[in-house]
Every structure is written in structure tokens, then in C-alpha cells.
């Protein structure tokens, strides 16, 4: 009994490694680095509540440092966190409960710079560059409008959530 339940979380081990892969695989397609996607992967589908750097370089079979410089670019878009541990000096990570809609969260982060950046090449257009002055004026506002509709889908995101939550309550 005891061969098969081994067997049975090898293969649910085996599974978590295919799917951190799959998550790299479509993070990629996205020009977001693999390794950001196979740890977010991996910490999504993991077992445990949280996970050491070395662990995770060990199931994801990556460098030390490709881990420490993909969970530093995570916790700083909020799709991981960090997770002390008293008394212990490594490093210990975990998904956030919902990195999706971190996503559109940290989206706006993008959006805050990009209409900047576009704010300050309106700025040092000479007269007569209308051509110019007309490509980035459309692109500064489509992203002001992307960006209110994403409070706006963030939001009922939210409520979709509370719905859901709530409905699984009384089910």
C-alpha cells in the first residue's frame, strides 16, 4: 500500500513539474521570461503552503540564481510572496491567493508609464509635427481608456469572486 501511494505522489509531483513547464510555456508566448512562468506554475499547484528557494530550483531543475531572480520579479509584480519562516535564514515562497487578478492589478503599473512616457514626447513635439502629435495623442488615450477599464473589470472581478465564494457557502 504504502509503493502505491508513493507512486501516486510521484506522479502528482511529475504533474505540478508538467504544469509549471505548461505556465512557462504560455508565459513565453506573452514575452514574459519562461522561468518567471514555471515558478508562478509551480507555486500555484504545489502541495505544500509554502516552498524554500532550493526546493524550487531543485523541482523546476533551474540555477539558484535563475529562481532568486525570477521569485524578485514576481513578489514585485504581486504574483508571489515571500513567506518568513522564525529563526530560519533561507528563503521561502508562496502564490498569492489570487495572481490573476494581480495581473490587472499590476497592469496599471504599465499603463502609469507608458502615458508618461508618451506625456513627455507630446510635450517636446515642435509645431507642425501633427502626424506625431496624432499617434501619440490616440496612444496615451487608448491607454487612459484601458487602463479605466481595467478598475472597472478588476472590480468585477471582485464581485464575480464574492459571488462565487458566497454561492459556494449556501451550496
Known amino acids: 500500500m504504502a509503493d502505491d501511494t508513493t507512486e501516486e505522489a510521484d506522479e502528482r509531483e511529475q504533474y505540478r513539474r508538467e504544469f509549471a513547464e505548461e505556465i512557462s510555456l504560455i508565459w513565453e508566448m506573452t514575452g514574459t521570461s519562461r522561468m518567471d512562468g514555471k515558478v508562478l506554475g509551480y507555486l500555484m499547484i504545489m502541495d505544500k503552503p509554502y516552498i524554500s528557494s532550493a526546493e524550487l530550483a531543485e523541482a523546476l531543475s533551474a540555477s539558484t540564481g535563475a529562481v532568486s531572480m525570477a521569485t524578485r520579479r514576481l513578489i514585485d509584480t504581486n504574483y508571489i510572496r515571500r513567506h518568513p519562516v522564525p529563526g530560519d535564514r533561507s528563503h521561502y515562497f508562496k ?77
Open 95 to 171: 502564490a498569492e491567493e489570487d495572481p490573476w487578478g494581480s495581473f490587472l492589478a499590476n497592469e496599471r503599473r504599465y499603463f502609469d508609464r507608458h502615458i508618461r512616457s508618451i506625456d513627455t514626447a507630446l510635450h517636446w513635439l515642435g509645431p507642425g509635427e501633427d502626424d506625431a502629435r496624432i499617434r501619440l495623442t490616440n496612444g496615451r488615450d487608448y491607454l487612459e481608456w484601458v487602463q479605466d477599464y481595467h478598475h472597472k473589470m478588476l472590480a468585477d472581478w471582485q464581485e464575480h469572486k464574492r459571488a462565487r465564494d458566497e454561492g459556494a457557502d449556501k451550496g
